[in-house]
């Protein structure tokens, strides 16, 4: 019986150490991978929403008028349905609407493109077959294609977690593949999150996890990895942005107890600075000279930096999954619990909050100084980014739930949203807009 325990006991230790397994990164320079950056390749894509927060990578859409009011059938241009799950938000180019999705019961990974002037679906390309992480290893909200896609007007660039590894994969504007690249193990805890982001000639990709975190740079071309750099063995989960702070871009990420800042050329550290959470969601945003960052797990905090990293200002306040904005002179920010705040962006004082009703992950958009942000039971609130006060526009529904973030483009909305039918979920993409805004941009 002793013999009997002391075996479990063993396996025991040796499962516990299956699930913290860490993997040395493989550090990569630019001057060993010989891949540098094209200062020259940086197309314009201001209009449309070519991936994460869109085209400025900060939830802004400008130069175009949203509508405010819709229903299930209101100011609904179309809507189409998507098989499986997943939180990948839309991204428009062109004449197309692109999603990540994916098949659990099949495990397939899966990206889809649709015909943004009807919805109907242009293509399907399956990614990945198999190599799923086990139920242990995703959160229960969570799916296997949590990240958002990436357009570059040429190419198409997905990040899936499979087979513990992150895979890239370039695809072109048909859905045919172009390249694969692995960039590294992935020991997940709750599955992986991060959208890829578009550099001049370089996709950048983090991925944050507890074997070893790294963050990637590939040769948007040749999927050829440009530099790698190590982060710190720590599950965190927050998409990098790249922006132009204290005149010089950089790449800059939330997580692992700090904001950290790089050089996006090369991945040479700037500075990091300790503040926030182990673990971060929501994506930073900046203004011309300072940064802005939330988080998380297991501590709370909301910062404002210098744009060189010195803490200005610090609010006991957690912005989790969704990302923030800024608006002028003021940060606005949802929490998960469905609390809208917004700050002083020059000293961190709470100007308001107000409670909106249920439960966030998804992140706001900014449109001619309206917040749009959906909750998980499929409202969407529409209210005005000022600093004396809240004022609500509209509550609009539609379906049962939203975990995406919206995509806006020529005066119309792209929502990922769930509906219920007999006790069946099923994923639709709609569009929203007024009945004259069906004309799309060459």
């Given at each position: 019986?002793?013999?009997?325990?002391?075996?479990?006991?063993?396996?025991?230790?040796?499962?516990?150490?299956?699930?913290?397994?860490?993997?040395?990164?493989?550090?990569?320079?630019?001057?060993?991978?010989?891949?540098?950056?094209?200062?020259?390749?940086?197309?314009?894509?201001?209009?449309?929403?070519?991936?994460?927060?869109?085209?400025?990578?900060?939830?802004?859409?400008?130069?175009?008028?949203?509508?405010?009011?819709?229903?299930?059938?209101?100011?609904?241009?179309?809507?189409?349905?998507?098989?499986?799950?997943?939180?990948?938000?839309?991204?428009?180019?062109?004449?197309?609407?692109?999603?990540?999705?994916?098949?659990?019961?099949?495990?397939?990974?899966?990206?889809?493109?649709?015909?943004?002037?009807?919805?109907?679906?242009?293509?399907?390309?399956?990614?990945?077959?198999?190599?799923?992480?086990?139920?242990?290893?995703?959160?229960?909200?969570?799916?296997?294609?949590?990240?958002?896609?990436?357009?570059?007007?040429?190419?198409?660039?997905?990040?899936?977690?499979?087979?513990?590894?992150?895979?890239?994969?370039?695809?072109?504007?048909?859905?045919?593949?172009?390249?694969?690249?692995?960039?590294?193990?992935?020991?997940?805890?709750?599955?992986?999150?991060?959208?890829?982001?578009?550099?001049?000639?370089?996709?950048?990709?983090?991925?944050?996890?507890?074997?070893?975190?790294?963050?990637?740079?590939?040769?948007?071309?040749?999927?050829?990895?440009?530099?790698?750099?190590?982060?710190?063995?720590v599950s965190t989960y927050s998409s990098p942005l790249v922006a132009e702070v204290g005149g010089r871009d950089q790449l800059l990420i939330s997580g692992c107890d700090q904001v950290a800042s790089y050089d996006p050329a090369t991945g040479k550290k700037n500075w990091s600075t300790p503040c926030l959470a182990e673990a971060t969601c929501g994506t930073i945003v900046t203004t011309d000279d300072k940064i802005f960052a939330s988080g998380g797990y297991p501590k709370r905090q909301t910062v404002g930096l210098s744009a060189d990293g010195k803490l200005l200002w610090s609010d006991k306040t957690k912005i989790y999954e969704p990302s923030m904005l800024v608006e002028g002179e003021q940060l606005y920010g949802i929490t998960d619990d469905g609390i809208a705040y917004c700050w002083s962006t020059e000293t961190g004082d709470v100007l308001w909050k107000q409670r909106l009703r249920g439960s966030f992950s998804g992140s706001p958009i900014l449109c001619n100084e309206l917040i749009y942000i959906s909750n998980l039971s499929g409202e969407t609130f529409v209210f005005k980014a000022k600093p004396d006060g809240y004022e609500e526009v509209s509550v609009n529904q539609l379906g049962a739930d939203c975990y995406a973030s919206p995509a806006a483009v020529d005066g119309q909305l792209f929502l990922r949203v769930g509906t219920q039918s007999g006790g069946q979920r099923q994923e639709e993409l709609v569009c929203i807009g007024k009945p004259d805004t069906t004309k799309v941009s060459e």
């Open positions: 019986m002793v013999a009997f325990h002391h075996r479990w006991f063993l396996l025991g230790i040796l499962l516990l150490a299956g699930c913290t397994k860490t993997t040395p990164v493989d550090e990569i320079s630019v001057q060993a991978s010989g891949v540098s950056l094209n200062d020259a390749v940086a197309p314009d894509l201001s209009d449309g929403w070519p991936g994460w927060r869109g085209p400025q990578q900060n939830g802004h859409a400008v130069g175009q008028e949203l509508p405010t009011e819709w229903s299930e059938t209101e100011n609904v241009l179309w809507r189409t349905k998507v098989p499986g799950r997943g939180h990948s938000s839309p991204v428009v180019v062109n004449d197309l609407v692109l999603l990540a999705t994916a098949d659990d019961q099949n495990q397939k990974q899966t990206v889809m493109a649709f015909d943004r002037k009807d919805g109907s679906q242009r293509w399907e390309t399956v990614v990945h077959e198999g190599g799923f992480p086990s139920s242990g290893e995703l959160h229960k909200k969570g799916t296997n294609a949590n990240g958002t896609l990436l357009c570059d007007g040429e190419h198409i660039y997905a990040a899936f977690l499979n087979s513990g590894k992150i895979i890239a994969t370039a695809f072109d504007l048909d859905g045919k593949q172009l390249w694969q690249q692995e960039l590294g193990a992935f020991n997940s805890k709750f599955g992986y999150a991060p959208s890829p982001l578009l550099y001049k000639s370089f996709v950048i990709i983090a991925a944050d996890n507890r074997g070893g975190g790294y963050i990637a740079a590939l040769d948007r071309d040749s999927g050829k990895i440009a530099w790698r750099i190590s982060r710190p063995a």
